[in-house]
């Protein structure tokens, strides 16, 4: 079992930046792939990034690439979500998880784990 806990959301300006980071539990947190999902009001859960076991390998969604940075620390059982330029298009509720495969997915159902979500606001 893994317990994913996310935090660092909060209000910025845009243009700004936030770092989430979501602990997670379980002796095994280096065998999980883990991904980054979010959910604005009214829309469905889109996947925003992804990253295999090692750290080698990453998946971004075209709206966040090349502002987004998704990386992880085995050692502190950790990943993060680093979001720089940010849009009020971004504003969501930012949720992590987890899968039992080592590769990256950007698909939800593929995710075994999830955390209850940060929220991310960001104004114009």
């Known amino acids: 079992q893994v317990q994913l806990v996310e935090s660092g959301g909060g209000l910025v300006q845009a243009g700004g930046s936030l770092r989430l980071s979501c602990a997670a539990s379980?002796?095994?947190?280096?065998?999980?792939?883990m991904g980054w999902f979010r959910q604005a009001p009214g829309k469905e859960r889109e996947f925003v990034a992804a990253i295999s076991w090692s750290g080698g390998s990453t998946l971004y969604a075209d709206s966040v690439k090349g502002r987004f940075t998704i990386s992880r620390d085995n050692a502190k059982n950790t990943v993060y979500l680093q979001m720089n330029s940010l849009k009020p298009e971004d504003t969501a509720v930012y949720y992590c998880?987890?899968?039992?495969?080592?590769?990256?997915?950007?698909?939800?159902?593929?995710?075994?784990?999830w955390g209850q979500g940060t929220q991310v606001t960001v104004s114009s």
């Open positions: 998880a987890a899968r039992w495969r080592n590769e990256p997915s950007t698909r939800a159902p593929q995710y075994n784990y």
């Open positions: 379980g002796r095994t947190f280096s065998s999980y792939g």
